[in-house]
């Protein structure tokens, strides 16, 4: 499985981005999704996750009520819209993925991340 994330960039305070995380590959393998940040000189945190049927989210408290993650298997990408940014949002962001195989049983990837900047 391969995952590429895009929608990064450079946003002031309030504003909103619209990350995606493209899959391909094994893709049927693919269960549960995610996202997560890594700032520098912090460890890498979760963000948000989805299920497979996108029937369950969970986010972290601190981004609660500002983003919501979802997720088009048909076009197999996953999403994490993202508003009222704050400075303390500035992070790598990691797109995951889980996924069940046989032989292999469950595996994670990730993608590459993509730069998220939020100026005050």
């Known amino acids: 499985v391969q995952l590429v994330e895009s929608g990064g960039g450079l946003v002031q305070a309030g504003g909103s981005l619209r990350l995606s995380c493209a899959a391909s590959?094994?893709?049927?393998?693919?269960?549960?999704m995610g996202w997560y940040r890594q700032a520098p000189g912090k460890q890498r945190e979760l963000v948000a996750t989805?299920?497979?049927?996108?029937?369950?989210?969970n986010y972290a408290d601190s981004v609660k009520g500002r983003f919501t993650i979802s997720r088009d298997n048909a076009k197999n990408t996953m999403y994490l819209q993202m508003n009222s940014l704050k400075p303390e949002d500035t992070a790598v962001y990691y797109c995951?993925?889980?996924?069940?195989?046989?032989?292999?049983?469950?595996?994670?990837?990730w993608g590459q991340g993509t730069q998220v900047t939020v100026s005050s």
């Open positions: 590959g094994s893709t049927v393998s693919i269960d549960a």
């Open positions: 995951n993925a889980e996924t069940y195989s046989d032989p292999n049983g469950w595996r994670d990837y």
């Open positions: 989805i299920t497979l049927n996108g029937g369950s989210t």
